[in-house]
Every structure is written in C-alpha cells, then in structure tokens.
C-alpha cells in the first residue's frame, strides 16, 4: 500500500504545482480573469452532483479502469501491451471491443487517472472536470490574445456558463475529454494561424497529441473539425500570398477541401463510402428509434439509407437538435430544464440573425468564424439524424453546442449584454 501511496501523493502534487503555475495566467487576463475562480468553483459543484447521481456509464468506467489499474500495478508489460490493443484480460476478467471504441479508451485513461486519486470516484472525476476547465479556458485565453476586439467573454459563457454544457462536461462523461480536447485543438490552431509569437515545435507536439486524444473520443465528428480546420489553414496559406480577401472564396476554399477530403477517405477506405455512411446512419436511427419510443424523441418517417433522403431531411435533423425538447415534453426536471434551455438558445440565433441582418455580427475573422459553423451544422445535422431520443440527443449535441454559442454570442447586441455582466 505504501508504494501507491508515494505515487498518489507525487502525482497529485506535480498535477496540483502544474494547475496552480497556469492558474495566474488566466487570472491577469483583462475583464475576464475575474470569472476564472467562479467558474471553477460552478464545475466543481457540477462535478459533485454528478458523482452523488453516477450514471450506469460512469460505473461502469470506474469498474474497468479499477481493474486495468490493477493490472497496471500487477503487470506494467501486460497494461502497457493492452494499451495498444483492443482487450483487456486479468485473471476472470476480459473485455473485448472491436473497431474504435471511445469507451475503452477512456477507460484506459481513467486506469492512468486512478493513480493518483486510488480509485476514489470524486478525485477521478474531479481531474476530467480541471482538464475539460484547462481546455476551456485555454481557448478563452488564445480567442482574446489573438482578437482583441472580438468578444472573448462568449466562449466563457459557451463552454462555461452553459448549463448543459456545464453538466455534461463535468465528472465521468465522454464529453468532459471530448469537449476539452476539442477546445485545446481550436484553441492551438488558432494560435498557429493567427498568433503573432513565433512557431515554436512544443506546440506543434502539443496539437498533434491533442487532436490524437480528439479522435480517440469521437472520430466521425473530429474528421469533420479537422476538415474545417484543415480549410482554415488553407485560407490562411492563401492569404499569407494576398489573396483569399473575399469571403465567398474563403468559404469555397473550406467546402472545397472539406469535400476533397470526404472524397480522398471514402477512397482509401469503405466506411467512409456514401453508401455505407448513410446506411450505417439508417441502422442507427432505427435502433435508438426501437428503444426510445416510451421516451420524447424524433421521428423520420420518410428516412430512406441514400444520399438523396439525407440531404432532404438535413434542414429539419438541424432545427431538431437545436430547439428540441421542448419545455413541454418529457415528464422530468431534466426534460423541463433542457428545454427552458432551448428556448433561450433559440432567442440567441434569434439575434444572432437579426445583429447579422444589421450587419453586426462581430469582430472574429470570417474564415474562422465559417470553419466552426459548418463543423456545427454538419454535427447537428448528424445528431439529428441519427439520435431520435430527445435525452440523449440534448447530451450528445454538447459535442458543437459550445463552439456554437462562441459564434452567435459576438454579435453587437449580445456583447453590450455580456460586457453589462461584466463579460
């Protein structure tokens, strides 16, 4: 026991020096450091709740990556050989996944995690709400160093004040990893594409580990982030060279290579063929559909496995996951929350669009702000098709939620809101 020990107390301590080395840096930053202790404290408090109401997925999380960490301590070749594999076998135990499975890898994070916290669930749960916390605030960080003008105080409330969001990404949830290695990937491109400090190779290692972790924990929908992000770069290629200055070739160039590189991967392997997409999308759809009918959810009658029919249904799949529940659906306080929740996201478009028709949209470049809004919608579109149970649909749409809100919230109206609550 006393060997754990050691290795709890000098993991927790380097993690502990670490955090409270990167703590000021954010603390000095001008209007904004006030919110850092606040929000720290908000996804604490959503960590705790969400520990007292463990989820069957955090269970069974907390049971595996028990058992993975003592394998670890019995057998440090055998845990680090099933690091590499898709197995796990100790003694009568054995787990067996096929294909990319976020699961098991968060599991084997978590094996690492309990190192440090020996297995208690509040301190395991506690080091994914920091690390979702650090990848927030971080993107927080580099949207205002980079653009100063633009209202940096949106991501704040997007990623950090949202109250599913909040929920979501705090404790043993996929997306607390997701969310967080999604905000550090966009808050390092960023960085790199519009950051006036020299290119340094660390964060270049950085991203690269990054986006790694982004697609272990969801890799349909980090090929999408990384094709939009991929455009951006592009346009910045083009700009560096002066031209790319029109916003309809900006946008064409994202499109453009987003389209080239769906094209290139359903050449190099089947699962992304069109045909196999939207049949695997169909499959989904109707086994969710099968067990959510005594629950709120969404019904495509009409869905058919083609292009064609996904193309058709894409406007409403989107509306759908943007508004839907409604506060009137479902029968529980969550049900009630999530769409008291949606009606104010739908009063944010609401002016989003109409600060748009007045042409205030804000101050964030038009090629990034282009880049997260079609990862957004074709996301959305996805989750709406292929999630028909509202409760899960509402969980899962945490995925884009808060790059959206960053977007929508820049406009002249919603910033002399924000900056009125001092934002």
Not at 172 to 183: D, F, M, N, P, R
Request: with cysteine; hydrophobic share 55%.
């Amino acid at each position: 026991m006393l060997p754990k020990l050691l290795v709890a107390f000098l993991l927790n301590a380097l993690l502990l020096l670490a955090f409270l080395r990167w703590l000021p840096r954010l603390r000095q930053l001008p209007g904004l450091g006030r919110w850092v202790l606040p929000t720290l404290a908000l996804k604490l408090v959503a960590t705790g709740i969400s520990v007292m109401l463990l989820s069957e997925d955090a269970r069974y999380f907390l049971v595996w990556s028990g058992r993975m960490t003592e394998q670890l301590w019995q057998s440090p070749g055998q845990w680090l050989r099933m690091l590499t594999t898709d197995e796990f076998h100790l003694g009568r135990w054995h787990l067996v996944f096929h294909g990319f499975s976020n699961t098991f890898f968060l599991t084997k994070v978590l094996s690492v995690a309990n190192l440090a916290s020996l297995n208690n669930p509040l301190l395991t749960a506690c080091y994914l709400s920091v690390g979702s916390f650090v990848g927030s605030w971080e993107l927080v960080r580099q949207l205002h160093r980079c653009f100063p003008a633009a209202n940096a105080g949106a991501a704040i409330v997007g990623f950090l004040l949202w109250p599913t969001v909040v929920y979501w990404t705090a404790g043993l949830t996929k997306e607390s990893l997701l969310v967080s290695s999604g905000a550090l990937v966009v808050a390092l491109v960023v960085r790199l594409l519009y950051g006036e400090l020299p290119m340094r190779w660390p964060l270049l290692g950085g991203l690269l580990v990054v986006v790694g972790l982004h697609f272990k924990m969801r890799y349909f929908f980090a090929v999408v982030l990384f094709g939009v992000l991929a455009g951006l770069g592009l346009v910045r290629l083009v700009q560096q060279l002066g031209i790319g200055r029109s916003r309809l070739v900006q946008l064409s160039l994202i499109v453009g290579l987003l389209g080239a590189g769906a094209w290139a991967a359903s050449e190099v392997s089947p699962v992304f063929r069109a045909n196999k997409f939207t049949s695997q999308l169909q499959r989904n759809y109707t086994q969710l559909l099968a067990s959510s009918r005594h629950r709120p959810h969404l019904t495509y009658p009409d869905l058919r496995p083609t292009t064609a029919s996904v193309v058709r249904h894409a406007p409403q799949a989107l509306v759908n996951t943007l508004v839907r529940p409604w506060p009137w659906e479902g029968r529980t306080v969550l049900y009630s929350i999530a769409g008291t929740e949606n009606l104010g996201l739908l009063l944010v478009l609401l002016l989003a669009l109409g600060a748009v028709g007045r042409r205030q949209p804000g101050y964030l470049p038009f090629a990034l702000v282009a880049a997260l809004l079609l990862y957004c919608c074709l996301v959305a579109v996805l989750l709406g098709l292929t999630t028909p149970n509202l409760g899960t649909l509402n969980r899962y749409r945490v995925t884009f939620l808060p790059f959206l809100l960053l977007l929508v919230l820049q406009n002249a109206w919603a910033t002399r809101l924000l900056r009125y609550l001092r934002l």
